[in-house]
C-alpha cells in the first residue's frame, strides 16, 4: 500500500524537475512547460494530503488552480509569440536588454 | 465577532469587486464599436468610483459569507480604498502617456479594472485558496500590461520575464499551500489560528516548510531581496504608467496577505519573525545600495521601491499591533509619493525621445519651477524627511521597532535610510543645480494631471503635517484581526 | 504677545510662500520688501515676547504653546508646539536680529543676481526652519527645523550651480549632516525608548529617575545627540563641509555662520543639559572634541589667502570654544558666547562680503591690500570685529572668551589642559585675524589697474547693517561681565532656569578640577589679554611691513650671512623661530590632516559605497535563469533555516 509519503515524494521530485527546468533550460516554451510541471506537482501534493485528510477541499482546489495554469500558459504563449516576431528568437538569453 | 461559518452566499459583500468586474466585462464588450472604445477610461473610471463607495460604506461593519471564504472586515476595506485610489490615480494620469506613445487601447483599462479586483480579493478573505486564486487574478493582467508596448523591445522583455519570473513564484506558493493545507487540514486562516494541532507526526516540518515556502510566494511580489530581481527590469521596461501602477497596488495586496497569514494565521513562530529580520536587512541595504548608481530614474525608483519594502518588512520582523499598524500608514504614505513621482516622470516622459534617463532632468527647474519642486517635495517623502508624510512613516516604524526591542535593526534601517537621500537628492540635484546648456521641451499639462499633482502633493504634505487621521485608519485595519 | 508665539516662525514662512509661489513674477522691490519686512516682523515680535518674558517672575518664564497634536497614537504623543522660555526667547532674538540685518545687506549685494526672487524665498525658509528649530518643544520638531535647516544650506550653498564646486560643496554639506543627522536620530530613540516622550520639558523633568547618572545609556544617548550637534556645528571630524559652504553668497555664508545653522549644535546640547549632567563622560568628549576643534581649526587658519576660508575656519575654532564650555557644563557661557560670536562673525562675513564686492569678486588677499582708504566704513566696522574676535578687553568677545576660559579652567568639570588648549586658540586668533586685517586693508596694493578702477565703498543697504552690527560686537559682550569686575552676570540670571543646577555625582568624573579663586581668574584673564597682544604684535611685525615675508622667510635662510646682514634681523629670527614652524605645522594641520585624512575618509566613504553599488550591479546580469537562479538559492536557505529551528 502506497502512504501518503510516496505521494509527496513524487510531487517533491517532479517539483524539483520543475525548478531545474527553469534553471537550465535556454528555450522559452520549454521555461513556460517546467512551470505547468511545478504547478501540477503542487496539484499531486494537494491531491495527495487531501485524499489522505478524507476531505474534498482539495480536489476542488486543484480545479482552480488547473484553470489559473490554464490563463497562464494563454498569455505565456501569446507574449512568446509577439517578442518572436520582435526578436525571432525563444532563447531567454538574448533577452538582457534590461540589466544593471 | 465575525462568524466564521457563515454561509450565507452574500453578494453585498463583494459589491465593489463585482462593480469592477462589471465595469471590465463592458469594456471588453464594447471593444468592437469605434464609438464605445473611447469610452473606456470613462467606464473604467465609473467602476473604480462605484467600487470606491461601496468599500467606504462597507467600513466599520464587518462581515463574512460564501462559507467562510470571504471575509470583509476594516482591514478589508482600507487595503481595498488603497487599490482603488492608485488605480484611480493611475486612470487619470496614465492615457495621455499611452495616446502619446500610440498605444492606448481599450484592453489596458479592463485588465487594470480586473487586477485591482483581484488585489481586493487578496485583502479580502483568511482563506488562502481565495488569496491564491486573488494573486493570480492581479497578476495575470499585470504581466499583460508589462508587455502591453508590444512595439517596444523592452516592454516585450518586462512582459515575459515578469511572467516566468511570476508563475515561478506562484509555483512555489502553491506548494506552500499545499503543505499547509497538508499538514494542518485546512486553509483557512482563522482555523489555524484558533484551534491549531497537527494531524500526524512530522507534520511540523511539513508546516514550517509550508509556512517558508507561502513566504517566498509573496516575498516575492513585494520584491524583497533575494526574490527581487526581476523589479528592476520590469520596472524599467514596462510603460511608465504600468510601471506606477506595479509599485502601489500589487505591492500593497503581497502585504496584505502577508499580514493575513503571518501575523494573524501563524503568530507565534518564532523563526518566521527571524527570516523576516534577514529579508529585512537584506532588502532594506541591497535596495539602496544598488539604487545609488543608477541613471535610469524608473531604475533607480524601482531599486527605491525594494529598498521601501525592506522598511515594511521591518515591521514584520517586530510584530505586534503598533508596528503592524505602522506598516499599513507606510504602505498608504509610499502610495501617495511615489505615485506623484511616477506621474512626474510620465509626464517628462512624454516628450518625445526621452527613457526617463537622468539627464533629462537637468534645466527642468528653469522651464517648470513648480513641478520641479513638486518633485523635490516627493524626493524630500521618499528619502524620509520632516515635514512629509514620508518622514512620519518611517519614525512610526522605527519608534515601534524600538519599541520592540530591536535596537540593531532600527539602527540598520536609520542608516539606510540616510543612504537613500544621497541618492535621492542626486534627482533634485539635477534638476535644480546642475548647469544646463540647450532648451528643455517645455510639457503642457492635462486637468487630470494637475489633479494627480495636486492630490498627491497635498497627500504628502498634509498627512506629513496631520496625519493623524490615517493613523487611525491604519490602527482600526489592525484592530480588525486581532 | 506671548499669546501668539507661533507667528515669530509663520512670518517668514509666509514670506517664502509668497516669493516662492510668485516667483519672477514680482518686482525686485517688492520680493525685498516682503522678505525683509517679514524677518523684520519676526524680530519684532520676539523683541515683544522676550520683554515681556523679562517683565515676569523668574521662575514663571515658560511659555508652552501647543498648536496642535501632531502623531498621537497609543502612549506616543508627540504636538506641533512651541516653547518659549529665557533659552529660546534669546535665540530667537539672535535668528531674527541678525538674520533681519543679513536680510536687508543681501537687497544691496544680490541686487545685480538673476536669481533675486529664488535667493530671498530660500533664505526665509531658512530662517523660518531656524525659528522652528529654536521653538520647537520636543525633539521631533525640533528635528524638522533640523533637517530644514540643512536642506535650505544646501540650495543655498549650491545657488550658484553654474560653479561646479559650489555644487560639490552642497553636496558635501549634506553627506556630513546625514551622519549627523544619524546620530541625532538614534539618541533621540534612545530617549524615547527610555523617557516614553520627546518632550523637552518632561525628558528634563524625568531623565534623572529614568537614567543612571553616570549610566551606559545616557553616555550614549548624550555622545549621539553630540554626533548630531557635530555636523550641524562642524566640529571634528564632521566639520569639512564648512570651509567648503564658502561657495555661496557671502551673506548666506554670514547666515549660515553667524546667526543659524552652525548654532543649532550648540543649542541642542544646552537645550538637553539635564541629560548631559547626568552623563559627564559625555561631557568630557563634547569638552576635548570641542577644545581640540578651536585649536585644529585656528592653526589651519593661519595659512589660507582666501579672506572668506579664513573665517570659515575662525567660525569652526569659536564653535570649538562653545562646545567646550558646554563640555565643562558652563552652558550659560556657551550661548553667551554663541550671540557675541553671532555679532562679530556676521559683520566680518558682511564686511568681507563688501570688500568681495568692491574687488569684483577677488577672494584671494595676496591680491588685496591697502583697502582702507577706499572702503572706510567697512574698514572701520571690520576693524571693531577683529578687536571683537580677538577679545580685547571691553569688546564683546573678550567677556565672554574670558568666561569660558575660566570656566575651563575652574568647573567642576574643568582641567587646565581644557584650559590651555583655548588659551593657545585664543592667542593664534588673534594672529591671523590680524594677519586677515592687515592683509587686506594695509601694505601695498597688489590688485590690478583694472579691479583697482572698479573700487568702490558699497551703497547704504550694505553699509548700515555693518554699522548696527558693529555697535553689537562692542556693547553685545556687557550684559554677561564676569562677577569680578563688581557687576552682576546679566546673561547668566537670565539663563538661569533652563539650566540645570545638578552637582555631578560623587566618583563618576575622572578629571581633578583645579578650582580658583578671583585673583586666579583676574590672572587667567591678564595672562589672555597679553597673548593676544604679542599675537597682535607679531601679526603687525610681519603681515603689514612685509607681507611677503612668511612666504619668503625660506629662501633667506639658505645663505645665513644674508641673514646676518639684513636689517629685517629682528623680525626674521622673530619669524623662524615661531612663526615659520607654527606655519609649516599649520599647513601640515590643513594639507594632511584636513584635505588628505578627515576629506579623504569622508570621500572614500561616499566612494567606497559606490563601488560596492558597481560590483553588487553585476549581479543583475539581466538573464532570467540568473534571477531564478538567485530565488532558488534563497529558497533553499530559507528552507534549511527553518528545518533547522
Known amino acids: ?100 | ?482 | 504677545m506671548t499669546e501668539n508665539i507661533y507667528w515669530i516662525p509663520l512670518l517668514p514662512l509666509l514670506g517664502f510662500l509668497v516669493n516662492g509661489l510668485l516667483l519672477g513674477k514680482l518686482p525686485k522691490r517688492v520680493v525685498s520688501l516682503v522678505a525683509c519686512g517679514t524677518v523684520g516682523g519676526s524680530f519684532l515680535l520676539s523683541l515683544m515676547s522676550f520683554l515681556e518674558l523679562k517683565a515676569m517672575p523668574p521662575d514663571l518664564r515658560l511659555i508652552e504653546q501647543t498648536l496642535f497634536s501632531w502623531i498621537s497614537s497609543g502612549d506616543f504623543h508627540v504636538n506641533f508646539g512651541f516653547l518659549l522660555d529665557p533659552l529660546s526667547s534669546l535665540m530667537i532674538l539672535v535668528v531674527t536680529g541678525v538674520g533681519f540685518l543679513i536680510h536687508l545687506y543681501s537687497v544691496g549685494y544680490m541686487s545685480h543676481d538673476s536669481g533675486y526672487g529664488r535667493y530671498f524665498a530660500y533664505l526665509n525658509l531658512f530662517t523660518f526652519s531656524m525659528l522652528v528649530l529654536v521653538l520647537a518643544d520636543n525633539f521631533l520638531f525640533m528635528f524638522v527645523g533640523w533637517e530644514g535647516v540643512g536642506l535650505c544650506s544646501y540650495l543655498l550653498i549650491g545657488f550658484w550651480f553654474e560653479k561646479k564646486s559650489a555644487s560639490d560643496a552642497g553636496k558635501k554639506a549634506f553627506i556630513v549632516n546625514r551622519i549627523g543627522d544619524f546620530g541625532f536620530l538614534i539618541g533621540m530613540f534612545i530617549i524615547f525608548w527610555q523617557v516614553g516622550s520627546l518632550d523637552f520639558m518632561t525628558v528634563a523633568a524625568k531623565a534623572p529617575e529614568v537614567f543612571v547618572a553616570g549610566g551606559t545609556l545616557v553616555t550614549a544617548a548624550c555622545i549621539l545627540l553630540f554626533v548630531g550637534a557635530a555636523g550641524k556645528s562642524a566640529q571634528i571630524p564632521l566639520y569639512v563641509w564648512l570651509p567648503d559652504a564658502m561657495e555661496g553668497p557671502t551673506p548666506v555664508s554670514a547666515l549660515i555662520h553667524a546667526a543659524t545653522m552652525v548654532t543649532a549644535g550648540v543649542y541642542m546640547i544646552v537645550r538637553v543639559n539635564a541629560m548631559y549632567i547626568l552623563a559627564p563622560d559625555a561631557l568630557l568628549v563634547v569638552a576635548i572634541v570641542g577644545g581640540v576643534t578651536a585649536l585644529f581649526a585656528a592653526t589651519i587658519g593661519l595659512v589660507q589667502n582666501d579672506i572668506k576660508r579664513v573665517l570659515a575656519y575662525s567660525t569652526i575654532s569659536q564653535l570649538g570654544y562653545m562646545f567646550l564650555a558646554c563640555g565643562v557644563a558652563a552652558f550659560s557661557a556657551g550661548i553667551f558666547h554663541l550671540m557675541t560670536h553671532a555679532f562679530f562673525k556676521a559683520l566680518l562675513f558682511l564686511g568681507a562680503g563688501s570688500v568681495i564686492h568692491a574687488m569684483s569678486g577677488q577672494q584671494d588677499m595676496r591680491y588685496m591690500g591697502g583697502l582702507r582708504k577706499y572702503l572706510p566704513i567697512t574698514f572701520g566696522t571690520f576693524f571693531i570685529a577683529t578687536l571683537a574676535i580677538s577679545g580685547i578687553p571691553l569688546m564683546s568677545g573678550f567677556f565672554s572668551k574670558d568666561e569660558i576660559l575660566w570656566k575651563a579652567f575652574s568647573s567642576d568639570y574643568g582641567h587646565p589642559i581644557l584650559w590651555a588648549l583655548g588659551f593657545i586658540t585664543a592667542g593664534l586668533t588673534a594672529f591671523y585675524m590680524f594677519r586677515l586685517l592687515f592683509l587686506t586693508f594695509y601694505g601695498k596694493e597688489r590688485m590690478d589697474e583694472k579691479t583697482k578702477s572698479h573700487i568702490h565703498e558699497s551703497p547704504k543697504f550694505m553699509t548700515i547693517p555693518l554699522m548696527v552690527l558693529a555697535v553689537l560686537a562692542v556693547v553685545g559682550g556687557w550684559i554677561g561681565m564676569p562677577h569680578i569686575f563688581g557687576v552682576t552676570n546679566y546673561f547668566e540670571a537670565w539663563l538661569e532656569p533652563v539650566i540645570s543646577s545638578a552637582k555631578p555625582a560623587v566618583g563618576v568624573h575622572m578629571l581633578t578640577s583645579a578650582g580658583g579663586d578671583t585673583a586666579m581668574e583676574l590672572m587667567l584673564m591678564f595672562s589672555t589679554v597679553i597673548l593676544v597682544g604679542l599675537a597682535i604684535f607679531a601679526a603687525f611685525k610681519i603681515y603689514n611691513k612685509r607681507p611677503e615675508v612668511a612666504d619668503s622667510l625660506a629662501d633667506r635662510f639658505k645663505t645665513p650671512h644674508n641673514v646676518l646682514l639684513h636689517k629685517y634681523y629682528v623680525d626674521e629670527f622673530y619669524g623662524a623661530v615661531i612663526v615659520r614652524p607654527l606655519i609649516y605645522f599649520s599647513l601640515f594641520l590643513w594639507k594632511i590632516m584636513d584635505v588628505l585624512f578627515i576629506d579623504g575618509l569622508l570621500n572614500g566613504l561616499a566612494k567606497l559605497y559606490e563601488g560596492i553599488s558597481e560590483t553588487m550591479r553585476s549581479v543583475q546580469t539581466g538573464r532570467l535563469r540568473s534571477y531564478a537562479t538567485v530565488f532558488v538559492i534563497g529558497v533553499f536557505i530559507l528552507i534549511a533555516y527553518a528545518v533547522i529551528e
Not at chain 1, 474534498?56 to 495554469?69: E, I, K, R, S
Not at chain 2, 524583497?224 to 520590469?234: L, Y
Request: with cysteine; charged share 10%.
Open chain 2, 1 to 482: 465577532m465575525i462568524d466564521t461559518t457563515a454561509a450565507s452566499i452574500d453578494f453585498s459583500i463583494i459589491a465593489p469587486e463585482i462593480a469592477l468586474l462589471a465595469a471590465a466585462f463592458i469594456i471588453l464588450v464594447s471593444v468592437y464599436n469605434k464609438k464605445m472604445r473611447n469610452l473606456a477610461p470613462v467606464i473604467a473610471t465609473a467602476g473604480l468610483l462605484v467600487s470606491l463607495l461601496i468599500a467606504i460604506e462597507q467600513m466599520g461593519n464587518p462581515k463574512t459569507g460564501f462559507f467562510g471564504m470571504v471575509t470583509c472586515d476594516d482591514f478589508t476595506v482600507v487595503f481595498k480604498i488603497l487599490f482603488v485610489i492608485s488605480s484611480l490615480l493611475i486612470l487619470m494620469f496614465g492615457r495621455r502617456y499611452f495616446v502619446s506613445k500610440n498605444i492606448d487601447r481599450p484592453e489596458f483599462y479592463a485588465l487594470l479594472c480586473i487586477s485591482t479586483m483581484g488585489m481586493m480579493v487578496m485583502a479580502s478573505t483568511t482563506d488562502l485558496v481565495v488569496i491564491f486564486l486573488g494573486l493570480e487574478i492581479m497578476s495575470v493582467p499585470l504581466y499583460v500590461m508589462a508587455g502591453m508596448d508590444k512595439r517596444s523591445l523592452e516592454s516585450n522583455e518586462a512582459g515575459i520575464k515578469y511572467l516566468i519570473m511570476g508563475a515561478f513564484a506562484s509555483g512555489f506558493l502553491l506548494m506552500g499551500i499545499a503543505f499547509i493545507f497538508g499538514s494542518s487540514g485546512t486553509t483557512d486562516l482563522r482555523r489555524i489560528a484558533a484551534d491549531f494541532q497537527f494531524i500526524g507526526e512530522n507534520y511540523q516540518l511539513y508546516f514550517n516548510a509550508g509556512a517558508v515556502l507561502t513566504l517566498v510566494g509573496f516575498a516575492f511580489k513585494v520584491a524583497a531581496v533575494p526574490f527581487h530581481s526581476w523589479v528592476p527590469d520590469v520596472y524599467q521596461g514596462a510603460p511608465t504608467p504600468v510601471t506606477a501602477f506595479f509599485s502601489v497596488g500589487p505591492k500593497a495586496a503581497g502585504f496584505a496577505a502577508l499580514l493575513r497569514i503571518f501575523n494573524f494565521g501563524f503568530e507565534d513562530m518564532e523563526f518566521i519573525s527571524d527570516i523576516f529580520w534577514m529579508l529585512a536587512v537584506l532588502t532594506m541595504t541591497v535596495g539602496n545600495i544598488l539604487a545609488l548608481r543608477q541613471g535610469n530614474i524608473k531604475r533607480m525608483l524601482a531599486y527605491s521601491s525594494i529598498a521601501h519594502a525592506g522598511y515594511i518588512l521591518v515591521a514584520f520582523a517586530v510584530g505586534g499591533s503598533a508596528a503592524m499598524s505602522a506598516a499599513v500608514f507606510y504602505l498608504f504614505a509610499y502610495g501617495l509619493f511615489n505615485l506623484g513621482s511616477f506621474a512626474i516622470i510620465t509626464q517628462l516622459e512624454i516628450r518625445s525621445g526621452c527613457k526617463s534617463e537622468l539627464s533629462e532632468l537637468s534645466g527642468l527647474s528653469k522651464a517648470h519651477p513648480y513641478l520641479s519642486a513638486a518633485l523635490t517635495v516627493f524626493m524630500l517623502a521618499l528619502a524620509g524627511f520632516p515635514p512629509t508624510v514620508g518622514f512620519i512613516g518611517k519614525f512610526y516604524l522605527f519608534t515601534a521597532a524600538i519599541d520592540g526591542g530591536f535596537i540593531w535593526l532600527t539602527i540598520i534601517g536609520v542608516l539606510n535610510s540616510f543612504i537613500s537621500v544621497y541618492y535621492y537628492l542626486r534627482v533634485v540635484k539635477v534638476s535644480f543645480l546642475e548647469k544646463f546648456e540647450g532648451t528643455f521641451v517645455p510639457v503642457k499639462y492635462t486637468p487630470a494631471m494637475m489633479a494627480v499633482l495636486l492630490i498627491t502633493l497635498a497627500g504628502t504634505l498634509g498627512l506629513g503635517i496631520f496625519p493623524e487621521k490615517l493613523l487611525e485608519i491604519s490602527r482600526a485595519a489592525i484592530f480588525a484581526f486581532l
Open chain 1, 1 to 100: 500500500m502506497f502512504g501518503i509519503t510516496h505521494f509527496l515524494f513524487i510531487a517533491v521530485l517532479l517539483f524539483g524537475v520543475g525548478v531545474t527546468g527553469v534553471l537550465i533550460s535556454r528555450n522559452i516554451i520549454v521555461l513556460l512547460m517546467s512551470v505547468e510541471l511545478m504547478l501540477n506537482a503542487a496539484n499531486l501534493a494537494i491531491i495527495a494530503f487531501s485524499r489522505a485528510l478524507n476531505v474534498m477541499d482539495g480536489h476542488a482546489f486543484v480545479f482552480l488552480v488547473l484553470t489559473v495554469a490554464a490563463a497562464e500558459a494563454a498569455v505565456g504563449l501569446a507574449m512568446v509569440i509577439t517578442i518572436f516576431n520582435n526578436r525571432r528568437s525563444i532563447n531567454i538569453d538574448k533577452y538582457s536588454l534590461l540589466k544593471w
